[in-house]
């Protein structure tokens, strides 16, 4: 019974990759799919891989119009392994992009919506089959339960996704402060709320830093150098630029900026702002234009950030390109 069961979804499964397979243009699957008992998966498919290349250089190159072609990679690479919890991830990636710059778009349709639906169900997918509890893709599923609950006028979700969310903070807080916080930068200046996710931009610079920085006059001197001999990995991954992040402080200090001015201290943002110059992959960094307006604005823009949907960065054109994007 047990085995026969398992010969018809198999083959079920089969013929669904086989008709996704001719709709979407990958090339099909030569012999049925292994139970996922006996396939310990560790090696990736060769078209998980080629889609990954794709994915990345889309992301770095910030060329959010390409979006759909990753996307098309990326899902016919997940049609044929969705055990690929690499795979489920960048699918999530692509639709949690999609919808963050969709300001981008020259019309917005409320459609849009769904992509963070689908990338709360990749995020989740991802999660069934991590090997590691992954704190990054934990983080961003934290984060799209809570833009679901905003959807859909649901409470219980947007808490459940920040009671998640704090898991991940415990588990990896230089990451995850910064994505928990990021969202609670759209709550009301007022809020219990946007004052927590604004507490938590500046753990992050004091953990990084393994210092306490004045935040009247906040300065990276001493970050930066405690930086050039931090031995954690982790720290070291979530605090400076990388081969993933390559303007991860630049994008980092001018949402945090934003975050400072909305608070009301637009004098200090600025000095927020400032200390994105000093990251040493500045010079190359695509979004100069957007930072000193940002500073010369500062005292404006206390007034516009506290409006209802107000333009800051976690809205913009940029909400992740300020630190993806390699250079333009
Ligand atoms: C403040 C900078 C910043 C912003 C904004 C940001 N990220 Fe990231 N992102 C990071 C850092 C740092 C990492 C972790 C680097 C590491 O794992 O070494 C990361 C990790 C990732 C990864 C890596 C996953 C993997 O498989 O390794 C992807 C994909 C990604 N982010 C996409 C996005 C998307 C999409 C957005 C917008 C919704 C976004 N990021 C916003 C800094 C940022």
């Known amino acids: 019974m047990m085995g026969q ?23 099909p699957r030569v012999g049925t799919p292994s139970p996922v008992a006996a396939s310990p998966a560790v090696a990736r498919i060769p078209a ?19 979006i759909p ?11 044929q392994d969705p055990a690929d919890a690499q795979t489920a991830a960048h699918v999530a990636f692509l639709h949690a992009w999609r919808i963050a710059e969709r300001a981008r778009l020259q019309r917005t349709s409320p459609a849009i919506t769904d992509e963070a ?8 997918q991802s999660i069934a089959h991590e090997r590691v509890y992954d704190a990054r893709i934990h983080g961003f599923d934290a984060v799209f339960r809570m833009v679901e609950g905003d959807i859909h006028h649901d409470p219980a979700l947007w808490a459940e996704g920040l009671r998640v969310g704090r898991e991940a ?30 507490e938590m ?29 931090e031995a954690d990995p982790l720290r070291m991954r979530a605090c400076t630029n990388t081969w993933i992040a390559p303007h991860n402080m630049e994008g980092f200090f001018l949402n945090m900026g934003d975050m400072v001015v909305k608070s009301g201290d637009w004098r200090a943002a600025q000095k927020v702002y400032a200390l994105a110059k000093g990251a040493e992959a500045y010079p190359s960094w695509p979004f100069h234009d957007i930072l000193s307006d940002r500073i010369r604005d500062a005292e404006r823009n206390v007034g516009e950030f506290r409006k209802e949907n107000a333009p800051l960065m976690f809205r913009s054109s940029f909400s992740c390109s300020a630190c993806h994007q390699a250079a333009r």
């Open 117 to 124: 639906i689908l990338a709360r169900r990749y995020y989740d």
């Open 5 to 27: 069961s398992l010969t018809t979804s198999r083959r079920t499964a089969s013929i669904f990759l086989t008709i996704s397979c001719a709709v979407l243009g990958c090339a």
């Open 169 to 198: 903070i415990v588990a990896w807080p230089e990451f995850n402060w910064f994505t928990i916080g990021y969202v609670l930068s759209t709550s009301p200046d007022t809020s219990v709320l946007f004052r927590e996710g604004l």
């Open 69 to 79: 072609r990753a996307m098309v990679a990326m899902k016919a690479a997940y049609l």
């Open 201 to 229: 931009q500046w753990k992050t610079v004091n953990s990084c830093g393994r210092t306490t920085v004045d935040r009247s006059n906040p300065t990276a001197e001493a970050a930066l150098a405690a930086l050039r001999t």
């Open 48 to 66: 998980a891989i080629l889609a990954d290349s794709l994915f990345w250089r889309t992301l770095h190159a910030g060329a959010y119009d390409s």
